[in-house]
């Protein structure tokens, strides 16, 4: 089932967020600076803040009464500082999908389509996201139909982190 979280969803979201963070970044082990941000980030106290703010939607896929992933979406993102391909205004319309997690158990079960499908049915059939350049979930992405509209680079913990920007049209 695919459904708009509520406050009760807040502790898991935040449980959840973190495994996967650290599964997708510590792919080395646990460094202070990792631990810290995945603890400090992913709060309960943060996904409260997320719905209490109209510019986000947050949705849960759920399953035997088990929280299996979920979305957050940002409605009113913005694209200074990216490195588009192409011109940034011609994306304007595009929501943004801060965050798409799964629990790793539950991958390539559907979850993630299953909450793509609901943002472009309920909230938008245009969004971008962004993905560290090593995240396997590239070529899932690429399999669903997002195109590569250019690349993000920040800094964390004094290393430069590259990242692939993807871009669903609604078709």
């Not at 943060?46 to 940002?74: H, M, N, P, T």
């Not at 304007?92 to 909450?115: A, D, K, N, T, W």
């Not at 195109?147 to 680079?153: D, F, Q």
Request: aromatic share 16%; with cysteine.
């Amino acid at each position: 089932m695919i459904r708009y979280a509520t406050r009760d969803d807040c502790t898991a979201l935040a449980a959840l967020s973190v495994q996967v963070w650290l599964e997708t970044y510590a792919q080395d082990g646990i460094k202070p600076a990792y631990a810290e941000y995945a603890l400090t980030t992913f709060t309960p106290a943060y996904f409260q803040e997320k719905l209490d703010c109209s510019q986000y939607q947050l949705i849960i896929a759920e399953a035997s009464g088990y929280i299996r992933g979920f979305a957050l979406v940002d409605l009113l993102s913005h694209y200074e500082k990216i490195d588009m391909q192409e011109d940034a205004s011609q994306i304007g319309s595009h929501v943004e999908i801060v965050h798409l997690y799964i629990h790793q158990p539950f991958r390539q079960h559907g979850f993630g389509r299953q909450l793509l499908r609901f943002v472009k049915e309920n909230i938008s059939h245009r969004f971008w996201l962004y993905t560290w350049v090593n995240n396997a979930s590239n070529t899932y992405y690429t399999h669903l139909g997002f195109r590569h509209a250019g690349n993000l680079r920040f800094q964390f913990d004094q290393v430069d982190i590259d990242n692939h920007i993807y871009v669903f049209d609604g078709d």
